[in-house]
């Protein structure tokens, strides 16, 4: 495996600036506006369309940008921020929600709207349980606060100006963590070990001020369009040809599942209301984890050597889920397929940098970044550069396995042209 990734690596342009890692990362910052609403796993900083801007030398008039994974919007708000459109795509009606809010252009008597937003006043509601067909939702919620959810909920239904119900039911989402019993962890979510039981009408105003203030600060007026679309069908969504550069992260092939992370939200910004909505929603993200379509039988072979040969070793482990091998590969195809697609659909010299993560199974490295690189190329694109900007931490049951090769895991940008 060693002489395949040091082969790969000599063939790719591969270096290192690990000051990129503090903009890979998004970190939640209390004065970071639009990002500190409500944090988005693997998200990254606005700040690095900033940077992708000036190491691309790239001239912002006439630009269209593209983010075709744009989770919580934000490379979207990054490129409003210099002035140019956007276009976002994601499958998750969460992250468009969220994406829409921090981009749109409001009226002043919309945030006025906003701003004379009359907590209710409470009042009993009995079974408020039942009403949602979430199994957990006991043990998530207090029943005070689920009834104050419910009840600024009403009123936020009852609003007719589209803008001005989104922006209140954003920020009802943004609170729903801080006020319940659970907090997202690892690949899921968990119960709290201390509870803190946050007010759900005390939270709503505080949270509200903020996401006012950050809506009324912005000063470009530069376009953004939403798509809540599933990559997969890309080739559908029209794009007038005009995309000159493109800056995003897809899911790393790492077992997380954004569906599962997010379903409390999911649930009470009512985009789900049952199980097989969630799943369907699963079904059709890309590969990245076990609740995705891994069952998928395809024939299709990617030209990529060390994707050849990193399938070669994972087949021959014993996995604690025997699906994994088969999410890998379905993860290049759905890459592939997708990056093919991408050629045909931006300009001829489009500038484009992927952020992505590397993983392991097994101790058998799956280096996303080099593999990516390779199918990139296969393609007819250029890999000018893979850069290297944050080197993951591990365990050291992990670091057992993979022993050396733990270098490989690790957070690059691939820059393509
Ligand atoms: C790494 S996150 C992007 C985070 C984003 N860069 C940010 O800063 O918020 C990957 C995103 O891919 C989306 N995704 C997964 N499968 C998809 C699919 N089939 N089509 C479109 N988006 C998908 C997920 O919902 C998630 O928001």
New binding site residues.
């Given amino acids: 495996m060693k002489i395949f990734l040091e082969n790969s690596e000599n063939n790719l342009n591969v270096n290192f600036n690990l000051k990129l890692g503090e903009l890979v990362h ?1 970190f939640k910052k209390n004065d970071d506006k639009f990002q500190r609403w409500i944090y ?5 900083s606005t700040k690095l369309l900033d940077w992708f801007l000036k190491y691309e030398n790239i001239n912002k008039k006439n630009s269209l940008f593209l ?9 979207l708000v990054g490129a409003q921020k210099n002035g140019i459109d956007a276009i976002g ?4 009606p969460l ?1 468009c929600l969220i994406s829409e809010v921090k981009t749109n252009t409001y009226k002043l008597s919309e945030i006025e709207a906003c701003k004379n937003f009359k907590i209710p006043k409470f009042k009993k509601i009995d079974n408020v349980y039942s009403y949602y067909n979430l199994s957990i939702v006991k043990k998530i919620f207090s029943k005070k606060n689920l009834i104050k959810i419910n009840l600024i909920k009403i009123i936020i239904k009852k609003i007719k100006n589209e803008n001005v119900k989104k922006i209140l039911l954003l920020n009802l989402i943004c609170i729903l963590e801080k006020c319940s019993n659970y907090k997202k962890g690892g690949n899921g979510i968990k119960r709290r070990k201390k509870i803190e039981n946050l007010d759900v009408f005390v939270e709503f105003k505080k949270s509200l001020k903020i996401v006012l203030a950050d809506i009324e600060s912005k000063k470009s007026k530069s376009k953004c369009t939403i798509y809540n ?4 069908r890309f080739e559908d969504i029209n794009l007038g040809n005009k995309v000159s550069f493109s800056l ?5 092939v790492n077992c997380f599942d ?1 569906f599962e992370v997010y379903k409390i939200e999911l649930w009470f910004g009512d985009f789900i209301n049952n199980y097989d909505q969630l799943k369907l929603l699963r079904k ?3 590969t ?1 984890n076990l609740n995705a379509d891994v069952k998928q039988k395809t024939d299709q072979i990617i030209s990529s050597k060390l994707l050849i040969k990193t399938m070669a070793y994972l087949n021959k482990q014993k996995h604690w889920n025997k699906n994994i091998p088969n999410m890998v590969n379905l993860y290049f195809i759905e890459m592939h397929n997708f990056l093919s697609s991408l050629k045909k659909k931006i300009k001829k010299d489009s500038k484009i940098g992927i ?1 992505v993560g590397n993983s392991s199974y097994q101790g058998v490295p799956v280096a996303t970044d080099l593999i990516l690189g390779e199918i990139a190329q296969s393609l007819g694109f250029k890999v000018k550069e893979i850069i290297v900007t944050r080197n993951n931490e591990t365990s050291s049951q992990q670091y057992k396995k993979i022993g050396n090769l733990i270098k490989y895991i690790r957070e690059s940008i691939i820059i393509l042209e």
């Fill in positions: 998004n988005y796993q693997e998200s990254f983010d075709p994974f744009c989770g919580s919007g934000s490379s795509i994601d499958l998750n992250s679309e599933d990559i997969k995003f992260s897809p899911p790393y954004y059709k993200a890309i990245s952020v």
